[in-house]
């Protein structure tokens, strides 16, 4: 079973950057579909941003759309997003997975997930 860890979450003003990293282990990461999402306490956790295997294909969610970018780096088995232009309603815990396909991570319902970065954008 591949194992994720999420880093990069932090503290920021409105209209700044972060960089969120997700590093994987245990499974052939070359192969994996990976996808970002973000929880708020009281709401579901929603899909952000994912991103095939070969870099084939990206999908975003419309609220993150020209914002964030999501990319890999298969040598160091690693997902990031790059988020731009912060708003406060980014604010949330922010959290990787694998899903089969893209549609699979659009639907963000998965059993296991990792421990998050925490993101607050402050105004």
């Known amino acids: 079973q591949v194992q994720l860890v999420e880093s990069g979450g932090g503290l920021v003003q409105v209209g700044g950057s972060l960089r969120l990293s997700c590093v994987a282990s245990g499974g052939s990461f070359t192969w994996l579909n990976m996808g970002w999402f973000r929880q708020t306490p009281g709401k579901e956790r929603e899909f952000v941003a994912a991103?095939?295997?070969?870099?084939?294909?990206?999908a975003y969610a419309d609220s993150v759309q020209g914002r964030f970018t999501i990319s890999r780096d298969d040598a160091k088995d690693t997902v990031y997003l790059q988020m731009n232009s912060l708003k406060p309603e980014d604010t949330a815990v922010y959290y990787c997975n694998v899903g089969s396909s893209i549609a699979r991570l659009r639907a963000a319902k998965f059993d296991t997930w990792g421990q998050g970065t925490q993101v607050i954008v402050s105004s």
């Open positions: 991103i095939s295997w070969a870099e084939s294909v990206t």
